[in-house]
């Protein structure tokens, strides 16, 4: 029987760019393109890979805000929801219930 578990495959690019908006978008534009090209090259290259490993999503962004340092470990990176359940708080004034009141 065939496993059929959903796994997280991470691509990161850490870039610097020196130049303007115009290359930004440009940049932007190209690594969209080739997100959107992986599954196509598998398809292509690798069809038993490409048989067992299909990408879901891709997504790609240049935030266009000033880089502080180089990205840490993948291994570090928190996703949404991968630490358990996550219950919202009510919006009302006071302490959430079950909460003593100091």
Do not use: W
């Not at 978008?25 to 190209?30: K, N």
């Not at 266009?64 to 570090?76: A, N, S, V």
């Amino acid at each position: 029987m065939v496993n059929k578990r959903k796994m997280r495959g991470v691509i990161v690019y850490d870039i610097e760019l020196t130049g303007g908006i115009g290359q930004a978008v440009a940049f932007d534009s190209l690594l969209a393109e080739h997100c959107r090209n992986l599954q196509k090259l598998m398809d292509e290259k690798y069809p038993e890979m490409s048989e067992v490993i299909k990408i879901e999503q891709s997504k790609s962004a240049i935030p266009l805000q000033e880089r502080r340092g180089k990205t840490g470990p993948l291994e570090q990176i928190v996703f949404r929801g991968s630490r358990g359940s996550y219950k919202k708080r009510s919006n009302k004034k006071g302490p959430p219930e079950g909460d003593p009141v100091s």
